[in-house]
């Protein structure tokens, strides 16, 4: 197939997909990437995994105050562009139709999910017209990258290999890895991350560093990473990923194919098909949201929840809670144990604009139970949590 030679770059809309694993700091890095966007006018599709909205809350509040340069759009109880998602091309489609009014499009993926589900369907008939990949980022977590969390276990342990498998994927699908969560390390454990990253994914571009969690904006939008090659009279080929098929493993070992390059993913589509849901192979991960209508105690709280993420496999636990003290909500954010109550960033937050009844909390585990975490912040905290 010739390439055309009438695809007028100009007229797509570049896209940057950011992934990576849970806690890996996705939100945070997409929060200084608004605020050093210079005059990029962005669109913000951000996935959310639970039924509090609160990565949308977080980024909300950079939008109000940027002059309608910034728009988010929240998928709550979903993964983006995944097979039953619904709504990733009609507000896709949206977006290109106030094309003059948008920049750079931004989209978070689940940190339990794969951003090729993305990468597909930029290159389907509806999208490809319309918007390109300018790169997909991979953020990691370095402590723990450092800390062996995302190696192979030796008993092959399921969870434990779940969480190597996604990771490994995701690394290998980017362009760039981000290493996020660095301001203690050393020249020496950066240069071990930088190793560990290589060793999963040899094929990335760039590795990056992103002290306080900030990316310098040039290293993260505009990079073309993945513009067409325009030649109309010879093929360009290039070593990608194969994207996982409707049948396939999510966690699966995966080939390299060779592709037709008209932006960068395996154009021609040879053979894809729509993911499934990496759940419906393994239904262990488990999403579920604690609530109280009681004020909280901070650090009483916060003691709960490390004390919830060492007797519970909790990897992620992330709300907005009523604290003693003040009427607005503050912010919680837990990688596993290491578990943290903002009251820095209330104003940022504003979560006082929609403040919630109460204290809503989202977990996120492999195998984890609701019963016994509710049970356990409610003895620790002395309130009601269901």
């Not at 509090?52 to 562009?81: C, K, M, N, Q, W």
Request: charged content about 20%.
């Amino acid at each position: 197939m010739r390439v055309s030679t009438n695809v007028n770059m100009n007229k797509l809309i570049p896209v940057t997909i950011v992934t990576g694993f849970l806690g890996a700091g996705k939100t945070t890095l997409l929060r200084s990437l608004v605020e050093r966007r210079q005059t990029r006018r962005l669109a913000l599709l951000i996935n959310e995994f639970g039924a509090v909205t609160i990565d949308g809350d977080l980024l909300r509040a950079d939008e109000e105050g940027s002059s309608g340069h910034v728009r988010v759009h929240d998928f709550p109880y979903g993964l983006i562009a995944y097979g039953d998602d619904a709504l990733f091309i009609p507000t896709m489609l949206a977006i290109a139709a106030r094309r003059a009014e948008v920049d750079h499009v931004l989209i978070e993926t689940s940190g339990l999910a794969l951003p090729t589900a993305a990468m597909e369907l930029l290159q389907g008939p509806q999208l490809a017209p319309h918007f390109i990949l300018d790169a997909t980022l991979a953020v990691v977590d370095t402590p723990l990258l450092l800390s062996d969390r995302f190696a192979r276990s030796r008993d092959h342990s399921v969870g434990t290999d779940a969480i190597a498998g996604m990771f490994e994927q995701q690394l290998e699908y980017a362009d760039v890895v981000v290493l996020n969560k660095i301001d203690s390390l050393q020249e020496d454990d950066l240069l071990q991350a930088e190793q560990r990253v290589r060793q999963c994914a040899p094929n990335v571009r760039f590795l990056e560093l992103a002290y306080q969690a900030r990316l310098d904006i040039r290293l993260a939008l505009g990079l073309r990473l993945h513009q067409p090659t325009l030649n109309s009279h010879q093929h360009t080929y290039t070593p990608l990923p194969r994207l996982p098929g409707a049948d396939s493993k999510v966690l699966a070992d995966q080939q390299r194919l060779n592709g037709h390059v008209h932006s960068g993913l395996g154009a021609h589509s040879h053979g894809l098909a729509t993911h499934k849901h990496f759940h419906e192979q393994d239904p262990g991960w488990l999403s579920f949201t604690l609530r109280s209508k009681e004020t909280q105690a901070a650090e009483q709280l916060r003691l709960a929840l490390v004390e919830a993420a060492t007797v519970e496999p909790v990897l992620r636990t992330k709300g907005f809670v009523h604290a003693a003290g003040t009427a607005q909500a503050m912010l919680v954010q837990g990688v596993r144990a290491r578990v943290t109550i903002d009251v820095e960033q209330q104003a940022a937050n504003d979560a006082a604009r929609h403040p919630p009844a109460g204290s809503e909390l989202v977990f996120i585990g492999y195998h984890a139970s609701r019963a016994r975490v509710a049970a356990l912040l409610s003895a620790r905290t002395g309130t009601e949590w269901k």
